[in-house]
């Protein structure tokens, strides 16, 4: 059997109540196992960042606000920069002001990454998720 060790996570009350309300709908008996849960999935998508080796595809998806000035122009033109590993695109409208949009890709590992880099680090971006396979 493993040793257990124990660390301290600080969180602000709102952040701890939306988890709180989250693992309870999920069924979880306890904060524990659902922190275990939650590193393990934040490890598996972080991991293939540190594989910068090889042939990768995947879809990153990127939650943004449309309504910050010059975000969609830079946004179309990193994209364009990086258009030999994107394979396709989807832009979905949430709210007024909200966008998702799916970026499919293919190609090296270490391209992947810089456009990944270059979304996310964008004022206005709100959220880059990663699902990544090596192939």
């Not at 008996?29 to 990768?56: C, H, T, Y």
């Not at 969609?72 to 002001?97: F, K, P």
Request: charged share 30%.
């Amino acid at each position: 059997m493993s040793k257990i060790v124990r660390v301290s996570v600080t969180f602000t009350p709102q952040l701890l109540k939306d988890f709180d309300e989250v693992i309870q709908k999920m069924g979880y008996d306890n904060r524990s196992k659902a922190v275990q849960d939650a590193v393990r999935l934040f490890i598996s998508e972080r991991k293939w960042l540190q594989e910068e080796k090889g042939l990768q595809a995947g879809v990153l998806m990127l939650l943004y606000d449309h309504e910050v000035r010059g975000l969609e122009d830079s946004l179309t033109h990193v994209q364009h920069h990086y258009a030999g590993i994107i394979s396709s695109t989807m832009h979905i409208h949430l709210t007024e002001r909200d966008c998702l949009e799916a970026i499919a890709v293919k190609g090296d590992a270490a391209e992947i990454r810089k456009l990944s880099d270059e979304l996310s680090s964008k004022r206005g971006v709100k959220l880059l998720k990663t699902m990544i396979v090596s192939l």
